[in-house]
């Protein structure tokens, strides 16, 4: 299934697009030779913002999972199977 919230789907772009700059940002901070304590620092955020886009596309998943005309059985396993990813 793909996103078809206009809205979810320019949501995510744009928060993937931050991440792909902190992720530049981290690089050039490892060229630099910036301390560890401060290159960690970045990388929990760039994680911590990975996390809230994986669960946003999660919950966009779930819901279309929830719409669909499949078994409740069968939408139970894809949603397990989508969360088990995750972890």
Known sequence: MAIQNAQVKADL???LRR???????VARMIEEGRDCREVLQQLAAIR???QQASVQV????TLECLQSEES???V????IRAIHQLT
């Not at 139970?76 to 949603?79: D, F």
Request: neutral net charge.
């Open 13 to 15: 772009i744009q928060r």
């Open 19 to 25: 991440i792909e700059g902190q992720a530049r940002g």
């Open 48 to 50: 911590a913002a990975v």
């Open 58 to 61: 999660l919950r966009s998943y």
């Open 72 to 74: 409740p059985e069968a």
């Open 76 to 79: 139970a396993e894809a949603l």
